[in-house]
């Protein structure tokens, strides 16, 4: 039998041990709380406005006050989590808010130039979504007062994203990529020109439309369609059916 003394020391070392054991699981348990709670909450801000987000995907209007509402909880999320899609929501909010602004005002520029922002950071985090790159060149549009390099550039880089897409997308960005003609370099040009070439092939009658509705558009639309096999001819015979595709109003929006 150990003597007492030496039996109090092994005590009093499996308690220093225990209780060691269960601080470090204690800490342990803290810092996975602590990292958890930032997802848990900004989860929650993300889920509190997904009603909003769903009628504004399906073309249905909402308020101001739910718009701001959107705005804010996307901002406070995102204080606890980088995601590209909370950017591209929040920067979608306040295009549309900026839209309900006087025209050239001071709080319709700044509005403009928060959606930039916001639209600009979704696209670092995720560069592969080529309807925020098309937004982007829009709003760098309006931002600036007309078509600039900046713009051009974020067009081509939706195109280079994906050249394919539904008509009425691929419609919209070709209408705007043809209105920087004039940014672009020979390489550009060409691949903007794929882009008309795709469209002959998809609407012929549309591609037509849009040449008789904005005149400048023609000489581009012409020349990318040069070494198409009998498109020129047939492209000059459809002007002659052609109607304005826009009848003179203002051109499309992004139409998120």
Known sequence: ????????????????????????????????????????????????????????DAGEGVS???????????????????????????????????????PQSAARSATLERAVHATRAGLALAPADPK??????YLLVLLEGDT?????????????????????????????????WTFYDEEERRQVGDQVRLAWRMAPGALADLALDVPEFFAPIASSLENVPEAQEQFLAALAFATPSFSGATAPGTGR
């Not at 470090?24 to 801000?45: D, E, F, K, N």
């Not at 006050?65 to 909370?86: F, M, N, T």
């Not at 994203?161 to 070709?174: I, K, Y």
């Open 1 to 56: 039998m150990p003597p007492l003394s030496l039996d109090r020391k092994w005590r009093r070392r499996a308690l220093r041990q225990g209780s060691l054991g269960a601080g470090l699981a204690l800490l342990l348990g803290g810092l996975i709380l602590w990292l958890a709670v930032p997802r848990v909450l900004a989860s929650a801000l993300l889920a509190l406005r997904d009603p909003v987000i769903q009628r504004m």
């Open 148 to 180: 600039n390099r900046a713009a051009a550039k974020a067009l081509l880089a939706s195109i280079r994203t994906a050249p394919f897409g539904a008509p009425e997308f691929l419609n919209r960005r070709l209408f705007w990529s043809l209105a920087h």
């Open 64 to 102: 101001q006050a739910e718009l701001l509402g959107l705005s804010a909880s996307r901002e406070l999320a995102l204080g606890w989590v980088e995601d590209g899609a909370s950017h591209q929501e929040r920067g979608t909010a306040l295009t549309i808010l900026a839209f309900r602004e006087e």
């Open 132 to 137: 925020d790159w098309m937004q982007l060149g």
